[in-house]
């Protein structure tokens, strides 16, 4: 599993991404490249999917998106192993791996970005820390690309806004 670590606190300028071109950018590599995408979305709730389906033409490279908010649904609908999620928790790299490869599986599209993280305000009930989230795209017959960030420090809808950017640019990376 490759896995990029960032961490980030709330004396650092995670920079201000502007999500309406960043999504345009990934339905354009998406067309050039002959892809067609899929989420798999939890502490987003969908976030993802809706900031991509807003640029124009979407619909012919967005196939659509799961959201899976609790651990239940992570295994109902994605296939997440409920071993995995009680031995490592919802918040892992290997959550987030599964979440992506289950969407791929589940859907048309042949690439797929996944994220599982706590937005906040509070630690989630397994004490995984606000702001920690984990990443991963996957495209079907290629190595997944799993990521780390923490967002210290974030109000909920800025940790939520970085998780929605951190995404869109695994999804262009993944695509090309």
Known sequence: MNI???????????GVVDVERLAADVIATARSCSV??????????????????RVPGAGEHLDGGFVAYSKAMKTRT???DPQLLARK???CAEVAEAMAL??????????AVAVTGVAGP????DGNPVGLMF????????????VKRH???????????AAIGESLHLLKRVCR
């Open 4 to 14: 990029d670590v960032m961490d980030t606190d709330d004396t650092m300028d995670i």
């Open 36 to 53: 067609t995408l899929v989420t798999a979305e939890s502490c987003t709730a969908g976030a993802i999917a809706n900031v991509l389906s």
């Open 78 to 80: 994605l296939g997440v």
């Open 89 to 91: 928790t919802a918040v």
């Open 102 to 111: 289950g969407a791929l599986q589940r859907s048309p599209a042949n690439v």
């Open 122 to 125: 509070e630690p989630d009930e």
């Open 135 to 146: 990443f991963c795209a996957a495209k079907k017959g290629g190595a997944p690309l799993t």
């Open 151 to 161: 967002f210290k420090g974030l109000s909920r809808d800025a940790a939520v806004a």
